[in-house]
């Protein structure tokens, strides 16, 4: 079992930047692929950015070149730091995380996990 929980939401302006921590407990860290999966009121769930067990990471589209995830191993912690932040990145933001072999690479717009925090709300106004 593996516990996901998410911090660092809230509410910025347009070109405004955030930074979102989750802190991982349970089973070994190491043995998991990560990423960050967001959802807007009316919309479907949009998988954003991802890092694997080699900590090579992927981004959807929507967010290459402005979102950075990263992970802390020794803090047992996975960030997502949001620069340039619009108005269409406005979602309830969720932590995920899934068993994955050491040779897999997930896609940036996977939403299919196996474990899922809470999740923290990030707004962008114009």
């Known amino acids: 079992q593996v516990t996901l929980v998410e911090s660092g939401g809230g509410s910025v302006q347009a070109g405004g930047s955030l930074r979102l921590s989750c802190a991982v407990s349970g089973k070994p860290y190491s043995s998991y692929c990560m990423g960050w999966v967001r959802q807007a009121p009316g919309k479907e769930r949009e998988g954003v950015a991802v890092?694997?067990?080699?900590?090579?990471?992927s981004y959807a589209d929507s967010v290459k070149g402005r979102f950075t995830i990263s992970k802390d191993n020794a803090a047992n912690t996975m960030y997502l730091q949001m620069n340039s932040l619009k108005p269409e990145d406005t979602a309830m933001y969720y932590c995920?995380?899934?068993?994955?072999?050491?040779?897999?690479?997930?896609?940036?717009?996977?939403?299919?996990?196996?474990?899922w925090g809470q999740g923290t709300q990030v707004t962008v106004s114009s």
């Open positions: 890092v694997d067990r080699r900590d090579s990471t």
């Open positions: 995920v995380a899934s068993l994955c072999a050491f040779s897999y690479k997930p896609r940036p717009t996977m939403v299919q996990w196996e474990y």
